[in-house]
């Protein structure tokens, strides 16, 4: 799937029915949501981060972009990856480095060292960013108004019009509270990317408010990484000798 296939299903979609991208950290993740009949993926850095022994923001730029060629290699469907901040990139390398590795779309957040970066200079960038993709790649672009800002909806209402009007596709406000997504909705005039607990009660209000696109960041990672654990707990547990020769879990 191109790049103009995967921007045609954030487009036309009926209120209520999001699209819902499930964020695989490695292969075998990849493909069971793939088989799962999902249309798309979107990998998080947090959960290769994870996958690969690192903290969240610390995956080496070369062991990212080798972790998101693999997924995309290993799948029939196309997969978007967050690659935080750009690793600090030139625009037109990092768009070389997402299309060799097989994206066909981005994150792009808008902080650094956990700081806000000044908004209009940040859409210069991403407007360099899509100068040199031209329509090849999907670009979400990030803001984190929510995250490390002062939490007001007119700031990130603000930054997410700068960033629409350089050529961003969709809109993702992390942590915005989903009270705040209906303000939100009114304001931009493009598709918002919600993030969502792995249940479905969180997807169907995110829907309900006007989510265009959900994502889930780390958390099918930690949810599969909890049950793990919660399997390894049982395995440990005393055995209780029922005959000679014979126990039971």
């Not at 296939?5 to 699209?19: I, K, M, N, Y």
């Not at 799948?75 to 990092?94: H, K, Q």
């Not at 070389?96 to 960038?125: I, M």
């Not at 670009?139 to 603000?158: E, K, Q």
């Amino acid at each position: 799937m191109t790049a103009h296939t995967f921007r045609a299903l954030h487009h036309g979609r009926a209120p209520g029915d999001p699209l819902i991208l499930p964020g695989p950290w490695d292969v075998a993740s990849a493909r069971v949501f793939a088989n799962a009949g999902f249309p798309a993926l979107a990998i998080p850095s947090a959960g290769i981060a994870a996958s690969l022994g690192y903290a969240d923001g610390s995956t080496p730029p070369e062991e990212m972009f080798a972790a998101i060629a693999r997924i995309a290699r290993g799948v029939p469907v196309p997969v978007s990856a967050d690659v935080e901040d750009g690793y600090g990139l030139a625009p037109g390398e990092l768009v070389d480095r997402l299309l060799e590795a097989g994206a066909v779309g981005c994150n792009l957040e808008d902080s650094e060292n956990a700081t806000l970066k000044d908004p209009r200079r940040h859409a210069d960038w991403l407007a360099d960013v899509r100068a040199h993709a031209g329509d090849a790649l999907f670009i979400n672009a990030r803001v984190d108004t929510f995250l490390f800002g002062s939490g007001d909806p007119a700031d990130a209402l603000t930054r997410a019009r700068l960033y629409l009007a350089a050529g961003a596709d969709c809109i993702y406000p992390l942590l915005a509270p989903p009270e705040v997504l209906p303000v939100l909705r009114e304001g931009i005039e493009g598709p918002i990317n919600m993030a969502a607990q792995p249940g479905i009660s969180s997807i169907i209000d995110l829907a309900r408010l006007g989510a265009t696109r959900i994502t889930f960041g780390p958390g099918m990672q930690q949810h599969a990484t909890r049950a793990t654990g919660e399997l390894a707990t049982r395995l440990r547990a005393p055995v209780r000798e029922t005959e000679p020769g014979v126990v039971c879990l």
